[in-house]
T-cell receptor, first 115, second 111 residues
Framework: DAGVIQSPRHEVTEMGQEVTLRCKPISGHNSLFWYRQTMMRGLELLIYFNNNVPIDDSGMPEDRFSAKMPNASFSTLKIQPSEPRDSAVYFC?????????????FGEGSWLTVV | QKEVEQNSGPLSVPEGAIASLNCTYSDRGSQSFFWYRQYSGKSPELIMFIYSNGDKEDGRFTAQLNKASQYVSLLIRDSQPSDSATYLCAVNTDTGNQFYFGTGTSLTVIP
């Protein structure tokens, strides 16, 4: 079975540009997570969806960040406008359901550099 | 965000030794606990999970959970150079399905 698929794998963009990261969760998984990883702050939970509905977006750093999940097989994380401090690895992950204990599986990550 | 604390290391052990990785968490209602391994430039991958107090063994790995002390650990026996990676502790809350991660402990196994 295919795992969590993310695109692009690498992106370099100029400050002020819009960045869109994409994610396809594992088929049948109904929970989806977006994380950001930096050396200083580790893995930070940005937003979590259950059955395509955003449940907790308290980790989204500011209004420049937005996430959508229009259907069960696709999600986007958008940064507009991007800033150099947004440079990080962005991971999408999915799990089977909302009950405690379900393991989450990560995609390969999108490596974002804003110059 | 819920606090999950790990000693960032780096931790170095000789090949064949036992590596001990520790994690504490702040949310007393946490139900499930996970250890992930992350190689440099790669995504985290699950090693094992534990739900109940006590020890859980899987091959060379043993997870230990003490909910009263809000403490979870991972022991790696007979450490191998291929175990060199960052180990992430993750906690699943009881109020939903949020997974919170510690900042990770870097482990180096010296041949």
């Amino acid at each position: 079975d295919a795992g969590v698929i993310q695109s692009p794998r690498h992106e370099v963009t100029e400050m002020g540009q819009e960045v869109t990261l994409r994610c396809k969760p594992i088929s049948g998984h109904n929970s989806l997570f977006w994380y950001r990883q930096t050396m200083m702050r580790g893995l930070e939970l940005l937003i979590y969806f259950n059955n395509n509905v955003p449940i907790d977006d308290s980790g989204m750093p500011e209004d420049r960040f937005s996430a959508k999940m229009p259907n069960a097989s696709f999600s986007t994380l958008k940064i507009q406008p991007s800033e150099p401090r947004d440079s990080a690895v962005y991971f999408c992950a999915s799990s089977l359901g909302a009950s405690s204990g379900n393991t989450i599986y990560f995609g390969e990550g999108s490596w974002l550099t804003v110059v | 965000q819920k606090e999950v604390e790990q000693n960032s290391g780096p931790l170095s052990v000789p090949e064949g030794a036992i590596a001990s990785l520790n994690c504490t968490y702040s949310d007393r209602g946490s139900q499930s606990f996970f250890w992930y391994r992350q190689y440099s430039g790669k995504s985290p991958e699950l090693i094992m999970f534990i739900y109940s107090n006590g020890d859980k063994e899987d091959g060379r790995f043993t997870a230990q959970l003490n909910k009263a002390s809000q403490y979870v650990s991972l022991l790696i026996r007979d450490s191998q150079p291929s175990d060199s990676a960052t180990y992430l502790c993750a906690v699943n809350t009881d109020t939903g399905n949020q997974f919170y991660f510690g900042t990770g402990t870097s482990l180096t196994v010296i041949p």
